[in-house]
Structures are given as C-alpha cells and as structure tokens.
Nanobody, 118 residues
Framework: VQLQASGGGSVQTGGSLRLSCAPA????????MGWFRQAPGKERALVASIGRTSRSAEYVDSVKGRFTISGDGAKSTSTLEMNSLKPEDTAVYYCATKRDPFGAYEGWGQGTLVTVSS
C-alpha cells in the first residue's frame, strides 16, 4: 500500500495550490485519508483528514478556512486545496491512508514540497 502526493510548488504569500494523492500502484479502499506536512526541523503532523464517504472532514486550527480536503475513499484518492498560503505553510506534504478505524496511517510516499515565500 503506497500513495503518491503531487502538485507542490513555489508560490508567494496569499497564493494557492492544489495537491493530489493517488495510489502508486494498485487501487485500494480507505477508511480515512489524511494529509500531513513536515516543516524543516519539525515532526510530521496531521493537517487535514476526511472519511471514506467524503464526510467528517477535520482540520488543524492553523489551516481552517484556508484548506479544503476532498476525496474518494473507494479509490483512496484525495485532494487538498490550499488557499491564502502563508510562509509557515512551507513544508513537505504527504498523504496517507487509514485502512480501518483502529489502524495507523500508512502508505507514505515521498511527499511533495510546498514553498511559500513572503
């Protein structure tokens, strides 16, 4: 089980990016899908997650109102729309899947780099 994140890039403060996530190989289903990010010198942290049926989206406070997660749990595909980007959003972004309610997130790929300049 492995996912591939794409869509990162360099933008100025206030800009937007759309990240995409899809299985790197065979298609599989997810109970919940998440987007994480790891800034330089910091631990990887959950940014947003969404349930299998695209309901119950959750966000970390720092991105609420700016980021929107959507996805298809049957295919384990998801997108993260990022608006009003700030320099503190600079990080490598990863997507991951939780296959059941009790499991840990898995399927980490290489991530995609988002750089926001002031």
């Amino acid at each position: 089980v492995q996912l591939q994140a794409s869509g990162g890039g360099s933008v100025q403060t206030g800009g937007s990016l759309r990240l995409s996530c899809a299985p790197a190989g065979r298609t599989f289903s997810s109970y919940r899908m998440g987007w994480f990010r790891q800034a330089p010198g910091k631990e990887r942290a959950l940014v947003a997650s969404i349930g299998r049926t695209s309901r119950s989206a959750e966000y970390v406070d720092s991105v609420k109102g700016r980021f929107t997660i959507s996805g298809d749990g049957a295919k384990s595909t998801s997108t993260l729309e990022m608006n009003s980007l700030k320099p503190e959003d600079t990080a490598v972004y990863y997507c991951a899947t939780k296959r059941d309610p009790f499991g840990a997130y898995e399927g980490w790929g290489q991530g995609t780099l988002v750089t926001v300049s002031s």
